[in-house]
């Protein structure tokens, strides 16, 4: 089976086995959604093996696990109308393809410069920010203390973070800086997500703040990772988390 025709295989496969997910009792639900994520990791990994190394299996392979668990979780979420949900599947299935295609020039790409490496950067960020949102929104829609909301939105953006930021250079094993600067930005969204545990927002704003300094702070470590990080580049970024705020301030309902 060649590289594509596998690719195309394990996204409708994973495809259908979300729909089976949704068909299991509400009591199960959240281990048929781990079991599924497990089960995600394994077709990427054969869907990968080509060109995959041993310490991509912690570098590449995980970024469609995170993708399939967060819309997972989300679709669980999502009010029982046939078309909305079909629609979730279909862009779960072109996501997932467009994934294994990321994945794979990441793999291809180790050692030398490629054409599509660029652009499989930008789709990669794309994706990181989804899965933000996607998983911030569910963890918020639970209502949980705020201390839960704060180690929940840290377990899921560590391994995020860490992958993208590793996708920067692909360096052929996990180096101190690397997880220093993931944990750092990933503190920083754990204090966020619990203050804003604290607001009366909606879950949708709260989700759209974490996304938002998700975000920010992923591009000022990926331009200083490149070596990048110009004035100019941090004064844009800083423009967007002034923007940020000020949102925060206009739709607080107590302003």
């Not at 394990?10 to 639900?29: H, K, N």
């Not at 993708?67 to 997972?72: E, R």
């Not at 996990?174 to 993931?182: A, D």
């Not at 975000?215 to 200083?224: N, T």
Request: no cysteine.
């Amino acid at each position: 089976m060649r590289r594509r025709e596998k690719f195309i295989f394990a996204s409708i496969i994973l495809t259908l086995s979300l729909l089976g997910v949704q068909y299991i009792s509400l009591d199960q639900r959240y281990i048929a959604i781990a079991i599924f994520t497990i089960f995600t990791y394994f077709i990427s990994t054969w869907a990968l093996s080509d060109d995959l190394q041993l310490h991509e299996r912690l570098t590449v392979v995980p970024f469609p696990s995170l993708y399939a668990a967060s819309v997972a979780l989300f679709y669980f979420l999502l009010p029982g109308n046939f078309l909305s949900q079909l629609a979730i599947l279909g862009l779960f299935g072109v996501g997932m393809y467009a994934l294994f295609l990321t994945s794979n020039i990441y793999s291809v790409a180790k050692g030398r410069t490629i054409q599509l490496f660029h652009a499989a950067q930008a789709i990669g960020s794309i994706f990181g920010v989804l899965i933000s949102l996607l998983f911030s929104n569910t963890i918020f829609s639970l209502k949980l203390p705020f201390y839960l909301n704060g180690l929940l939105v840290g377990l899921v953006h560590f391994p995020l973070i860490f992958l993208l930021l590793w996708s920067v250079r692909l360096e052929s094993k996990v180096t101190k800086e690397l997880v220093n600067f993931s944990l750092i930005l990933n503190l920083v969204l754990i204090e966020l997500a619990m203050v804003l545990s604290f607001f009366p927002m909606t879950v949708w704003y709260s989700s759209l703040f974490i996304m938002s300094f998700f975000y920010i702070g992923l591009g000022l470590m990926q331009s200083f990772i490149r070596g990048r990080l110009f004035i100019r580049t941090f004064v844009e970024y800083s423009l967007v988390a002034i923007f940020v705020g000020l949102m925060f301030i206009l739709i607080f309902p107590y302003k």
